[in-house]
């Protein structure tokens, strides 16, 4: 599946507003991580990053400028704290997975890949031995196409390299309104 990278998407971190604009779309990632999720699997996370990285990593959106104490969820999983900070987009995905595996969370693994589209052999592996991908749209932090529908060269590449050419993609649209926020978030499952 493929869900919008932006903080916004983590409970919690959007106080004070009347009407959370990303109700909708909160709920459509949850049912869809749930599903991923079922029977115990624990998916791979795909996210945009500075260089090619692999590994356990936890969850800071300090990126976005949200201290880690702000993040929910991280004290009920103390082995993130052992891992490598994980990019804002891997953060988000990290941090909607915990919301439906708990403590469970912490044992996902996360694949970071640079803009471009090269891509190692052994990450190539890692991707096509996946149980399942949760990747984080959006581009490059700061760059001109940086919505959160947006996917890195890098990104395509490495859903090329799992395949997901032959996949279906069913995507949900939320329109909003919110004047600083995109006209609209996708939410897309690939099958």
């Known amino acids: 599946m493929i ?3 932006t903080p916004l998407l983590v409970p919690g971190l959007a106080p004070g507003l009347r009407a959370d604009p990303l109700t909708a779309v909160r709920g459509a990632v949850r049912a869809a991580l749930a599903e991923l999720v079922a029977g115990g ?6 996210a945009h990053g500075p260089a090619l990285r692999h590994g ?5 959106l300090a990126g976005a400028g949200i201290g880690d104490r702000w993040l929910p969820g991280t004290s009920a999983a103390p ?4 891992g490598a900070p994980a990019g804002t987009g891997a953060s988000v995905a990290l941090l909607a997975l915990a919301d439906v ?3 469970r969370a912490a044992g996902v693994e996360t694949l970071e890949v640079p803009a471009d589209s090269s891509l190692a052999d052994g990450a190539a592996g890692l991707l096509r031995g996946a149980t399942g991908l949760v990747v984080a749209g959006g581009g490059v932090p700061g760059g001109v196409d940086d919505g959160p529908e947006v996917l890195t060269d890098g990104i ?11 996949w279906h993609a069913e995507v949900q649209v939320f329109e909003q309104s919110h004047g600083h926020l995109p006209p609209a978030y996708r939410v897309t499952t690939l099958m």
């Open 79 to 82: 082995s993130w704290a052992d």
């Open 56 to 60: 356990r990593m936890r969850p800071s």
């Open 3 to 5: 869900l919008p990278a």
């Open 156 to 166: 395509r590449a490495a859903l090329r390299a799992a395949g997901a050419d032959a």
């Open 101 to 103: 595996l708990g403590d």
């Open 41 to 46: 699997r624990l998916p791979l996370v795909l």
